[in-house]
């Protein structure tokens, strides 16, 4: 069974830091492309970024790009979210999740989801 | 690319049919468009990926159509457990989910 565990949310200043994990389970995680999902309070989804299998291949929203950095451990089967600068409109629950199929270029929907962990950003 | 969803709240009764729009600022592929439910404290659930293909699980009261830069989920006849938000989700290429749509009682 696909398991994702978050982990790593809290309260934190705003222009604080904060690195957040996924633990993967259930499935080969070196051989799947990785995403982080948000969602602001009373707020839709918003795709936050994503890298390739090895990390050599990464995008982040423009609303993040600069302030974040996703990698990933192959070893420990965990995806990680560093989070630098951290404003208030970045308060959030963080989703990690996983494409439906291992392929080379991502182009692929979401199919299993963690339960998210909730970062809030505030003085 | 923009995906824009209609209505922003849907009020329905149990029974009744649900049609969701999710409208693209340019086209997309059929092959790169997937529908998720999500409610809330839980995770969002795959529904529907490329268009119209229903995922592992998900009843066929559930389908999904359109192409170029419209697209639409249908809900045949809501159950109780249908009440929840709709989010379209563009996959090819670059990411971006729609604003959703809130079915209510």
């Known amino acids: 069974e696909v398991q994702l565990v978050e982990s790593g949310g809290g309260l934190v200043q705003p222009g604080g830091s904060l690195r957040l994990s996924c633990a993967a389970s259930?499935?080969?995680?070196?051989?799947?492309?990785m995403h982080w999902v948000r969602q602001a309070p009373g707020k839709g989804l918003e795709w936050v970024s994503r890298?390739?299998?090895?990390?050599?291949?990464?995008s982040y929203a423009d609303s993040v790009r600069g302030r974040v950095t996703i990698s990933r451990d192959n070893a420990k089967n965990t995806l990680y979210l560093e989070m630098n600068s951290l404003r208030v409109e970045d308060t959030a629950v963080y989703y990690c999740?996983?494409?439906?199929?291992?392929?080379?270029?991502?182009?692929?929907?979401?199919?299993?989801w963690g339960q998210g962990t909730l970062v809030t950003v505030s003085s | 690319i923009v995906l824009t969803q209609s209505p922003g709240t849907l009020s329905l009764s149990p029974g009744e049919g649900a049609t969701l729009s999710c409208r693209a600022g340019?086209?997309?592929?059929?092959?790169?468009l997937a529908w998720y439910q999500h409610k809330p404290g839980q995770a969002p659930r795959l529904l529907i990926y490329?268009?119209?293909i229903r995922a592992t699980g998900i009843p066929d009261r559930f389908s999904g159509s359109g192409s170029g830069t419209d697209f639409t989920l249908t809900i045949s006849r809501l159950e109780p457990e249908d009440f929840a938000v709709y989010y379209c989700?563009?996959?090819?290429?670059?990411?971006?989910f729609g604003g959703g749509t809130k079915v209510e009682i």
């Open positions: 999740a996983r494409p439906l199929v291992n392929t080379y270029n991502d182009e692929n929907p979401l199919a299993f």
């Open positions: 259930g499935f080969t995680f070196s051989t799947y492309w």
């Open positions: 890298l390739n299998h090895f990390g050599s291949s990464i």
């Open positions: 340019q086209n997309v592929a059929t092959k790169d």
């Open positions: 490329a268009t119209s």
């Open positions: 989700h563009q996959y090819g290429g670059a990411v971006f």
